[in-house]
């Protein structure tokens, strides 16, 4: 069997779009070594620019085709007739293995993708070479075992910065003693700065960077943020200038959209200059600590928000258009008729799977919940998402707390009453409005 190397220019196809949009990547365009690739052959993906570096690895199914893709939409152009390998993504990483890293494994010495990175795909690797890419694969997957905080854990920022090193006076604080790039966010402060952080539906974070006058660049802490993949440092959040902070977990850059630039004032309010957003994706890694409570106090979404037209390739139906104000709208009625009977209702915390709410009794029984709009056309969509999400929350929590029951709230009763079975059968309560006793008693 051999082993190869395909590339991704996220300006020629937008991997990033096409995977958020549910797509399943099945095949890959080739232009040479077409009799050469063959079923079982190893393959890696290696995703080009600023951020460099393998995404996925797998292999293939079976030899080189020619014919048309189905993907056009992806396309900057449109491919034409190619030459196509199928294939099978056997994962995902959450950490790209960074170009900085491979580049310097002796392994990888006359490997084309850096003495030809302009060549077509696929490129050849020796035995030696797929051995540096997987050894380089499972070092980014890998837990720090220098690292002993848990999300939702507190410190002080002294001890903080005794332990992990870095600066104490700086809200990015790289570590020139450790594998990490401390960033904090105190909305309280920040915001006198211009610093404007955000929390998204879809669970990612923008992270103002670094420079309170005149336009931020892509200099010092800012650099290192924006350089983090390809240097194999780790991305650590907290909640917190000063004082105690509070862990919130490992994150990344987006890989495909890693900051925006925005406008906001300098500090005390004065002239509006240019601003660096960073689009950070949380690492989530599952918390089995019977420690860590479950849950933080309950943050109602506001309702009133306008969303966006919902698009055709939405990944979420409940993130936009008239499902968004539907779901918050569902979500908060049930959290106060939770209330209401008793309950303490919960948001998820920083070390939590991102549930949509939960709610503990007296006992401190745990009972956590997926809401879901459901319309005509997205009923079966909804409701297959749903439960896959509510069954991963529940195994998630069920490590930590002896008790804890699960609930996919959707917004009215399924069309089809196979779901309510379907869900039983795995252990999950499905119900709607009007059936808040199935859920609350």
Not at 3 to 14: H, K
Request: proline content about 7%.
């Amino acid at each position: 069997m051999a082993a190869w190397l395909l590339t991704c220019n996220p300006d020629v196809f937008d991997l990033g779009r096409f995977r958020s949009d549910g797509q399943i990547l099945d095949s890959w365009t080739i232009a040479r070594h077409k009799a050469d690739v063959a079923a079982g052959d190893d393959f890696a993906i290696w995703t080009t620019g600023p951020n460099a570096g393998v995404i996925a690895y797998g292999h293939f199914i079976g030899g080189a085709t020619r014919g048309t893709t189905s993907d056009g939409e992806y396309w900057a152009t449109d491919p034409g007739v190619r030459d196509y390998v199928p294939l099978e993504v056997t994962e995902w990483l959450d950490r790209l293995a960074p170009k900085g890293q491979l580049a310097d494994d002796p392994r990888m010495a006359g490997a084309s993708i850096f003495t030809q990175p302009w060549a077509a795909n696929p490129h050849r690797l020796t035995d030696a070479q797929w051995e540096a890419i997987r050894a380089a694969i499972t070092a980014s997957q890998t837990e720090d075992p220098n690292w002993q905080l848990t999300p939702g854990e507190e410190i002080r920022r002294v001890e903080l910065h005794e332990r992990y090193g870095g600066s104490s006076q700086n809200g990015i604080s790289p570590s020139r003693t450790t594998n990490n790039i401390l960033i904090f966010t105190a909305p309280s402060s920040g915001h006198q700065h211009g610093y404007y952080d955000t929390w998204n539906e879809d669970g990612t974070f923008h992270y103002t960077g670094e420079g309170q006058t005149g336009d931020q660049r892509m200099i010092r802490g800012n650099k290192a943020i924006y350089e983090h993949r390809e240097t194999g440092k780790r991305l650590r959040l907290f909640e917190g200038a000063r004082g105690t902070v509070r862990y919130l977990g490992e994150w990344v850059l987006h890989p495909d959209q890693p900051y925006s630039e925005g406008v906001a004032p300098a500090t005390g309010g004065g002239p509006h200059r240019k601003v660096i957003r960073f689009h950070l994706v949380p690492v989530k890694a599952t918390i089995t600590d019977p420690d860590v409570q479950i849950g933080r106090s309950y943050v109602a979404p506001d309702e009133s928000v306008t969303p966006a037209p919902a698009t055709p390739s939405a990944p979420d139906p409940d993130l936009a258009g008239r499902n968004l104000s539907a779901h918050r709208r569902l979500q908060n009625a049930l959290a106060e008729e939770a209330e209401k009977r008793g309950f303490t209702i919960l948001s998820p915390d920083a070390a939590d799977p991102d549930f949509d709410i939960a709610w503990r009794d007296s006992q401190g029984r745990v009972t956590v919940c997926e809401v879901k709009s459901l319309t005509r056309a997205n009923e079966v969509r909804q409701l297959r998402t749903g439960l896959g999400q509510v069954l991963d929350y529940h195994d998630q929590l069920s490590r930590r707390a002896p008790a804890v029951t699960a609930v996919l709230w959707v917004e009215r009763e399924p069309s089809e009453t196979r779901w309510v079975d379907l869900c039983r059968g795995v252990g999950i309560t499905l119900a709607w409005p009007g059936k808040e006793d199935d859920v609350l008693s």
